[in-house]
DNA sequence: CCATATTTTCAATAAATACTGAAAAATCAA
DNA sequence: TTGATTTTTCAGTATTTATTGAAAATATGG
């Protein structure tokens, strides 16, 4: 019979494996995907090296995703007193990492759009022809709706978890 | 002077090459994106010889994901009476994009995601370790929250466009 | 200041992804 | 059935993105 310990290497690797691939369909490389699965499933902080070594990746490709991950607000980096080398530890609330995504999204998917949106009705507007009439229309409602996903996005990330949770709760049922 | 069909040209084409552009944020090509730009912002449905010319792309690649953007619902393929070619035509108003979208995000981001929390979750549960605990903990909590969040996906898209932005409206006013 | 440990950078390379173009298959009208 | 038109496929190629590994920069303790 398999161990306690042998079968939870088992879950994380594969948690860790797949939570990786999955980042690819988020947007996110693989390896910062690993990384913070990992730490999300490690009780005490982890080094470069140990971080290098459990996944098998070179130290600029750790290097370069735990500074991504730090930078994202997804990770932190810990110092031990009497430790020369930094150790990173993950934000293991659930609210908080979702907060944090949906920042990251925010800035990375919608903003950029709402400028597109912006710049191309302004030009048009106007306009006479039916062609360009039609254009300026679809460039508004474009953006009215991505501007107003914007602000329900900043709402909600400012929320709570408790608060969020009721309130949806509430809602839907 | 520029003439309006001049500069309805130049929005345009900003429009399609940006929004191509963002395409590759959301995971999802920039040709595919462009098309879909293309096709949104065009009255007239378009031939596939049509789409390849006006973005200057192969066969191929025009072909590929013109069935793709089909296969996601985001455009129709449309029959002339009198003609042999297929013309397409896009889907324009937003919150009809905005669910298929989402039902697509679901399908590829949230479903897999679950899956895999399920499965780890299962495996460690009843372990008597510190460690195995946590992890199950941590496996519970995202694929609770996640879970969460798939629900909610589903009863937003499932609403008319009025209703939840009265809704939505309500919420946050 | 020196020796050593650690972090950071980045050119070279590998891997993943997208695109082309031409050939094959399917469709249609006569 | 034939020949012309249109759609579909896919091997080869190009482009983009991620990763390595080693050198340079920085930090630390003595």
Redesign the pocket.
């Known amino acids: 019979m398999e161990s306690e310990v042998a079968k939870l290497k088992t879950a994380r690797d594969a948690f860790v494996s797949q939570w990786g691939a999955l980042g690819?369909q988020w947007g996110i490389?693989?390896?910062?995907a690993q990384i913070h699965a990992l730490l999300m499933t490690t009780n005490d902080p982890l080094?470069?090296?140990e971080v290098m070594d459990e996944l098998?990746?070179?130290?600029?490709?750790?290097?370069?995703?735990l500074?991504e991950l730090v930078a994202w607000g997804l990770i932190r980096v810990v110092v031990k007193k009497g430790?020369?080398?930094?150790f990173f530890e993950a934000e293991k609330d659930v609210w908080q990492i979702f907060t944090i995504v949906a920042r990251e999204r925010k800035k990375r998917e919608i903003e950029p759009a709402l400028t597109i949106l912006n710049r191309c009705a302004e030009e048009t507007r106007g306009m006479q022809s039916q062609e360009g009439k039609a254009f300026h229309h679809q460039m508004r409602e474009l953006e009215d709706f991505v501007g107003f996903a914007s602000k329900m996005s900043d709402k909600v990330s400012s929320m709570k978890h408790g608060l969020a949770l009721q309130l949806a709760t509430k809602l839907f049922s």
Chains 1, 2 share one sequence.
Do not use: W
């Open positions: 690819s490389n693989r390896t910062m080094t470069t090296d098998e990746i070179s130290r600029g490709n750790a290097h370069m995703n500074k430790e020369r080398r930094e």
